[in-house]
């Protein structure tokens, strides 16, 4: 009897052994699994280096993907590809164009698949629209407040728009998941979807129009109707005059309804004459610090 106890002992220890280390295998897969996702409410840590969002594309220190989910809205997810907590400073406005990845063996090229070092990818615009817009407020983003400032549109001389852009702090081999509003700057091309590959560039990098600039920017605010906003750059960018954007239509479950509204197109007008004024001002006095006068709701 003593004997069957001493092996049933024996084998109760060995049972809770290999538990216990099961267990503990888990664990660091659960961690990394947590890990990977994309943090949704950054912390601002006043420690982190900051690092210009373009500028740390260029040096490797950051990894971007643009999540398109249509032509007005998405995320952009932005991983710290260094070991070190790095501040990344948000431009007030961009453009994200669609772009086709072509394998090209023995190239040297940084392969932007999703916009990051390395690789050998050459890449050709795509038939998706191009978007043009701003990063919007997110919670944890400094005390709580938009990570957007009230800057200039044409930006700081280094062609990033805004003069006020805001911080997210990214902790090492990390991503922030960072929301955008937007509008399409082609018209007639297909909407984009979040699984194309959309690179972002400087606003100036894909216009030299200052008045285009300007109503990217204003796009990029959030604080514009958004149907007054997308044909205000229709107007700018595809040459549609107010006549041809009133006569637009689109198919809904009622049958043809007009594009934009008679409110929305009266609203459209003021922004563009607003736009045309402060790049006109702009022209005149480069460092002048111009804020937005018209603001509507979406």
């Known amino acids: ?85 790095l501040t990344v400073q948000l431009p007030q406005a961009f453009v994200a164009v669609h772009v086709l990845k072509q394998f090209q063996p023995g190239g040297n090229g940084q392969g932007i698949g999703n916009n990051g070092p390395g690789g050998q990818q050459q890449q050709q615009q795509g038939g998706q629209q191009s978007v043009g817009g701003g990063f919007q407020q997110q919670n944890g983003a400094g005390a709580g407040q938009n990570f957007l400032g009230n800057g200039n549109a044409n930006g700081n001389g280094n062609g990033n728009p805004g003069g006020g852009p805001g911080f997210c702090s990214i902790p090492p081999e990390a991503t922030v998941a960072v929301p955008y509003v937007s509008a399409c700057l082609n018209h007639g091309k297909p909407d984009p979807t979040p699984r194309a590959n959309y690179k972002l560039m400087k606003v100036d990098q894909y216009t030299q129009d200052p008045v285009l600039q300007e109503l990217i920017a204003r796009v990029g605010t959030g ?4 149907q007054a906003a997308q044909a205000a750059v229709w107007n700018r960018t595809d040459d549609m005059s107010w006549k041809e954007l009133t006569a637009t239509f689109t198919y809904q479950v009622v049958g043809k309804v007009p594009y934009f509204k008679a409110g929305e197109l009266k609203m459209a007008k003021e922004v563009s004459s607003r736009a045309i004024a402060l790049a006109a001002e702009r022209t005149r006095n480069p460092s002048a610090e111009t804020t937005v006068v018209v603001t509507e709701s979406r």
Request: charged share 20%; aromatic share 6%.
């Open 1 to 85: 009897m003593s004997h069957r106890l001493h092996i049933g002992f024996l084998l109760a220890i060995v049972t809770s052994v290999v538990f216990l280390q099961s267990v503990r295998s888990t664990e660091p897969v659960r961690r990394r699994g947590t890990a990977s996702r994309p943090i949704t409410q950054p912390k601002f840590d006043p420690d982190a280096r900051k690092v210009e969002l373009f500028t740390g594309m260029a040096q490797g220190a950051f990894a971007t993907k643009v999540i398109a989910r249509g032509p007005q809205h998405g995320s952009v997810l932005i991983t710290n590809t260094t070991t070190d907590p």
């Open 223 to 226: 604080t514009l109707n958004r």
